[in-house]
Each structure stands twice: as structure tokens, then as C-alpha cells.
């Protein structure tokens, strides 16, 4: 699955599965361009992945992911400095709220919905707007989550948002095909500082309770990616590719 001449942009793309997306591309010989807040933080992430990968082609445009003019700016940058757009992983996501619905707010569950869901929306418009031109086809991969698949105390409203991503990838795929495909893929836990608070005291307990016995690395998500934007699934579209370690067929023990 190589990528030479190709290129990638990443939003959330600073760290864990962003950067193992970005990582996993770059080594692939795409060009990479990784985005999201912080500057300071994805300057470090490229860096690491220059040095990982022997691959100089990765460049950071800092952005906030929910802002609703960022996806056309960084996208025109992208294009001017790439030459074109082959790839947009949609991977930027937030949760400032953990308890029960009725709890939650409306300027956290505005937050929520702003990142997780409509930014998806923003950012593909814009991909296919500025960069799958002229008929060159392209591949959107929306990073969603088994949590909108399942009910789940505490995180009620984030697996509300993911379920909603699952659904705008399908409306997506049959809106965009054939000159883009757009799947998703569905994590489970994956060790991750966004993740942490839901493995880091308990991973050998939540472990042993799925069929694969380990919880999942960054990697094993961007192994996914790679498959879903390469050739080898050039006849996939609209699908939610679940990638949990067995979570979702787990006995409850």
C-alpha cells in the first residue's frame, strides 16, 4: 500500500491516532499534512515523524477543527503547498463533558457537536470543493467510534456525536461516489491520552475482557486507514470498518 505522490491531511493530527495516521502515510510515501490547534505540538509530531520515516514531506497548518471558516483556509493552504488534496482523514474530536445526559449543558454539548460531527461535514465539503478537482478522484476516512454503535454510561453525548458520523458517512459515500469514497472507521479503546481516563488505572481488567486480550495501540487504527484510502478497497464505500479488538463481540464477564 504505497502512497507515493499522493497527499494526506489529518485533522487532530498532533497526536495519538492522528499522528499514527500521519506516521503510517508518510511511511507509505504520501505527502502528509497534519493539522490541529496547538502549533508548538505538531511541530514536535512532524518532526518525530520526519525522523521515524526518513520522509521530509510533512507539513503542519495550526487550525481549530470546529471553526467554521478553518477547513476552507487549510484546505486552500494544503492545495497551494501539495499541489492537490488524494486524502482527508477526519480525525479531530473533543469530549468536555462526562455524566449523565441530563446533565450536560448546552455550550459543552454545542462543543461537542461543532467538532465531532459538523466539522466532518465542513471539511469534506471543502475537500471536495478545493481539492478533488477536476475529476481526480479522492478519499475521505472519518474516524468515528464503537461508542456510536453501543450505549455507554458517562459519554453518552460524545457516542451520540459518533453515531451521527457514522450515518454522514454513508450520506456522504452515496452523495459523493464515484468520484469519492468515504468510510469510516470505528475504534475501540485505544491507548491514547484523549482515551485515558477510561484504561489508565484499570487496562489489565478491560484487557481481559476482550477477545484479543489487549486494549488497541494508535497503529492499529492507522493500519486501517491506510487500507480504506488504498486501492486494495477501491470498490468500498459507505462502510464502518470496526476496529476493537473484539469489543463489540465480547461476553460480559
Not at 503510517?24 to 514536535?44: C, N, Q
Not at 477547513?71 to 488524494?86: I, K
Request: proline share 3%; no cysteine; glycine share 14%.
Amino acid at each position: 500500500m504505497r502512497f507515493d505522490d499522493k497527499t494526506v491531511l489529518v485533522t487532530g493530527g498532533s497526536r495519538g491516532i492522528g499522528k499514527a495516521i500521519g506516521q503510517a502515510f508518510a511511511a507509505s510515501g504520501a505527502k502528509v499534512v497534519l493539522t490541529s490547534r496547538k502549533i508548538e505540538a505538531l511541530e514536535e509530531a512532524a518532526a518525530d515523524i520526519r525522523a521515524s520515516t526518513g520522509n521530509d514531506a510533512v507539513e503542519v497548518i495550526a487550525s481549530n477543527a470546529g471553526g467554521v471558516e478553518e477547513p476552507e483556509r487549510v484546505l486552500g493552504e494544503t492545495v497551494s503547498r501539495m499541489g492537490g488534496l488524494d486524502v482527508l482523514v477526519n480525525n479531530a474530536a473533543t469530549n468536555p463533558y462526562f455524566g449523565p445526559l441530563m446533565g450536560l449543558d448546552v455550550s459543552r454539548a454545542d462543543k461537542i457537536t461543532e467538532v465531532n460531527l459538523r466539522a466532518v461535514l465542513l471539511w469534506s465539503q471543502a475537500a471536495v470543493r478545493l481539492g478533488f478537482q477536476g475529476g481526480q478522484r479522492g478519499s475521505i476516512i472519518n474516524i468515528a467510534s464503537i461508542g456510536g454503535m453501543s450505549i455507554e454510561p458517562g459519554i453518552g453525548y460524545y457516542n451520540v456525536s459518533k453515531a451521527g458520523v457514522i450515518h454522514l458517512t454513508r450520506q456522504l459515500a452515496n452523495e459523493l461516489g464515484p468520484q469519492v469514497r468515504v468510510n469510516a472507521i470505528a475504534p475501540g479503546l485505544v491507548r491514547t491520552f484523549f482515551a485515558r481516563a477510561l484504561w489508565e488505572d484499570h487496562e489489565e481488567r478491560v484487557s481481559g475482557r476482550l477477545p484479543l486480550g489487549r486494549i488497541g495501540e494508535p497503529s492499529d487504527i492507522a493500519g486501517a486507514a491506510l487500507f480504506l484510502a488504498s486501492d486494495l478497497a477501491g470498490w468500498i464505500t459507505g462502510e464502518v470498518l470496526v476496529v476493537d479488538g473484539g469489543a463489540m463481540v465480547a461476553t460480559i464477564r
